[in-house]
């Protein structure tokens, strides 16, 4: 089992950027593909950006190229998405998922095993 714990979520101004944080217990985090998934109001949840174990591999949605970037650190077992250039679109509700895999980080949220509690992020205009 894996316990996913994610924290750094909050409101910003357009513009602005926020750190969001996932650590995980229970099992070898290096073992792990990670990901950040999200999911607005009445949307689906959709897939943000994804990392491999051993954090040589990445993968981004086209709407957050260029201004998110996940990382890893196995060492204290976290997993970060740096958010830039927030817009109001990027609103929602963030998850945290792991799944046990040497491969790359699945896009679909149905291949994950473990997920965290979700945290807000509310960008206002």
């Known amino acids: 089992q894996v316990q996913l714990v994610e924290s750094g979520g909050g409101l910003v101004q357009a513009g602005g950027s926020l750190r969001l944080s996932c650590t995980a217990s229970?099992?070898?985090?290096?073992?792990?593909?990670m990901a950040w998934f999200r999911q607005a109001p009445g949307k689906e949840r959709e897939f943000v950006a994804g990392?491999?174990?051993?954090?040589?591999?990445?993968d981004y949605a086209d709407s957050v190229k260029g201004r998110f970037t996940i990382s890893r650190d196995n060492v204290k077992n976290t997993v970060y998405l740096q958010m830039n250039s927030l817009k109001p679109e990027d609103t929602a509700v963030y998850y945290c998922?792991?799944?046990?895999?040497?491969?790359?980080?699945?896009?679909?949220?149905?291949?994950?095993?473990?997920w965290g509690q979700g945290t807000q992020v509310t960008v206002s205009s």
């Open positions: 998922a792991a799944v046990v895999s040497v491969g790359l980080a699945p896009f679909s949220s149905d291949e994950y095993h473990y």
């Open positions: 229970g099992r070898t985090f290096s073992w792990l593909a």
């Open positions: 990392i491999n174990w051993r954090g040589d591999n990445t």
